[in-house]
């Protein structure tokens, strides 16, 4: 006696049409999401920074000097040698923090500027990153760009 295999049913092609337009809206979603959440991600060459000795963060009331403390920081004995980092926070007049990150590169490698704007309701909303010559230039921003 002879069996068969029992006949194979295939869905229905509007159901592979529906599972395939679900899988597509939900893709499209994700990266919708990713794409408006991109300003306020922090860029990779910050997240994927090699750490240096971190001095104590400042933070600077409104209309107060920030440069005295990152000067003190970024000359401090072995800093030009080994790297050095301190993060200043300021408040913006609506009193808004504003993270700025000051690296001091080793070996004379500049000074990598990166200023985080994300809980800025009236700035940019986003990340900054510029490269400096040297400490000298962030008293003028003399020679500072683009990274």
Known sequence: ????APPTRRPPAGTVL???LL???????V???WEVTAPGRAPRAFTDRVPYPTCPPVEVPLGAAWLPP???CLTAPGAA???AEVRVTTLTEEG??????YRLLPDGAGVDVFTDATDDSFGSGGWEHVRCPDVAALRTGEGCGPA
């Not at 899988?23 to 979603?29: D, K, P, S």
């Not at 808004?96 to 990150?101: A, I, Y």
Request: proline share 3%; glycine share 6%; charged share 15%.
């Open 1 to 4: 006696m002879t069996t068969s």
């Open 18 to 20: 529906a599972v395939l």
């Open 23 to 29: 899988v597509l809206a939900v893709a499209g979603a």
């Open 31 to 33: 990266w919708a999401a």
């Open 70 to 72: 990152v000067l003190a």
């Open 81 to 83: 040698r080994e790297g």
């Open 96 to 101: 808004d923090p504003v993270r700025t990150h």
